[in-house]
């Protein structure tokens, strides 16, 4: 009866279920294996996995993955690429133990492999959602403070530059023409940012109309460079539904260096910013 529940239970499941022997060849293939690699149990008998389902980069790592648990007598968990019947590839998530006879001499490895495909598809869904900004598709404070500490980490051994980037007037937009343009504007600042960030640059929302650039392996002259550059494609005036708004930026801009905290850096940043912003005041008084 026991025999039978198990037979059962392996032909039933939508697990992928096989044994493979201490030379990688298939001495047991579920139903569901075999649906998945598009071959009856006879074909499969006595093939190199390998050959059948792992992806052309693992097979050596699959091979190397049997040799040790024939020697050790221990396999582990994994996950990696399978091939299906189309020549599709799934992520699988493999269960694997190895079996032993009465004397305890490992002869094969029996592994139980679930399809983890659209589960680790919604992960990364959901883990580049927390580190973007839903309004402008652009990463976020946390993922900007993740990128500027590894900057940041003594064995970087570079210099990084911070802008600090802040809108002009952006409250009157918002006042004037409502919360619809203004964020529409929201979202052109920050795609003309990513223009005119190099393709290392990380450009992130702060909050607010407030952005931030991190440019690695940059001195105090590239800072001013990049501040000029990223003021110059700013500042064109905003196509809206309520016509073209000019929306001015204040930039400030500060070098980070290893060792430095992220908090400091920003505050630096932040200060030049506030310095930038009323020079601009003093000089639209005049």
Same mark, same amino acid.
């Given at each position: 009866?026991?025999?039978?529940?198990?037979?059962?239970?392996v032909?039933?499941?939508?697990?992928l279920?096989?044994?493979v022997?201490?030379?990688?060849?298939?001495?047991?293939?579920?139903?569901?294996?075999?649906? %998945?690699?598009?071959?009856?149990?006879?074909?499969?008998?006595?093939?190199?996995? *390998?050959?059948? *389902?792992v992806?052309?980069?693992?097979?050596e790592?699959?091979?190397?993955?049997i040799?040790?648990?024939?020697?050790?007598?221990?396999?582990?968990?994994?996950?990696?690429? *399978?091939?299906?019947?189309?020549?599709?590839r799934r992520?699988?998530?493999m269960? =694997? =133990?190895v079996?032993t006879?009465p004397?305890?001499?490992?002869?094969?490895?029996?592994?139980?492999? %679930?399809?983890?495909? @659209?589960?680790?598809?919604?992960?990364?869904?959901?883990?580049q959602?927390?580190?973007?900004?839903?309004?402008t598709?652009?990463p976020?404070?946390?993922?900007?403070?993740?990128?500027?500490?590894?900057q940041l980490?003594?064995?970087?051994?570079d210099?990084?530059g911070v802008? %600090?980037?802040?809108?002009?007037?952006?409250?009157?937009? =918002?006042?004037?023409?409502g919360?619809?343009?203004?964020d529409?504007?929201?979202?052109?600042?920050?795609?003309?940012?990513?223009?005119?960030?190099?393709?290392?640059?990380?450009?992130?929302? %702060?909050?607010?109309?407030?952005?931030?650039?991190?440019?690695?392996?940059?001195?105090?002259?590239?800072?001013?460079?990049?501040?000029? *550059?990223?003021?110059e494609?700013?500042s064109?005036?905003?196509?809206?539904?309520?016509?073209?708004?000019l929306?001015?930026?204040?930039?400030?801009?500060?070098?980070?260096?290893?060792?430095?905290?992220?908090d400091?850096?920003?505050?630096?940043?932040?200060?030049?910013?506030?310095?930038?912003?009323?020079?601009q005041?003093?000089?639209? @008084?005049?």
């Open positions: 009866m026991d025999d039978q529940l198990a037979q059962g239970l032909e039933g499941t939508d697990a279920v096989t044994v022997g201490a030379d990688g060849r298939i001495l047991l293939a579920n139903p569901a294996l075999q649906r %998945f690699t598009g071959r009856g149990a006879d074909e499969l008998l006595g093939l190199l996995f *390998w050959d059948v *389902w992806a052309p980069e693992h097979r790592l699959a091979r190397d993955a040799e040790r648990a024939m020697a050790t007598g221990r396999a582990y968990p994994q996950e990696g690429a *399978w091939l299906t019947a189309d020549g599709g992520l699988v998530a269960r =694997n =133990n079996l006879d004397d305890g001499r490992p002869y094969a490895v029996a592994c139980v492999g %679930f399809d983890v495909t @659209e589960q680790r598809r919604r992960e990364e869904q959901l883990s959602r927390a580190r973007t900004d839903r309004l598709g652009i976020n404070r946390q993922t900007f403070f993740d990128e500027l500490t590894r980490q003594p064995e970087a051994g210099t990084c802008l %600090f980037c802040d809108l002009d007037g952006f409250k009157g937009v =918002n006042d004037v023409h919360h619809t343009v203004g529409s504007v929201l979202v052109e600042v920050a795609a003309r940012l990513q223009s005119a960030a190099g393709p290392r640059d990380v450009v992130a929302r %702060f909050g607010g109309d407030e952005f931030v650039v991190l440019s690695p392996c940059c001195d105090e002259s590239d800072v001013r460079a990049l501040t000029r *550059w990223v003021a494609r700013v064109a005036p905003v196509p809206t539904v309520a016509g073209p708004l929306v001015g930026m204040s930039i400030g801009g500060t070098v980070g260096r290893p060792g430095d905290t992220p400091d850096v920003v505050a630096r940043a932040d200060r030049a910013m506030y310095g930038a912003k009323t020079r005041r003093r000089r639209s @008084e005049r």
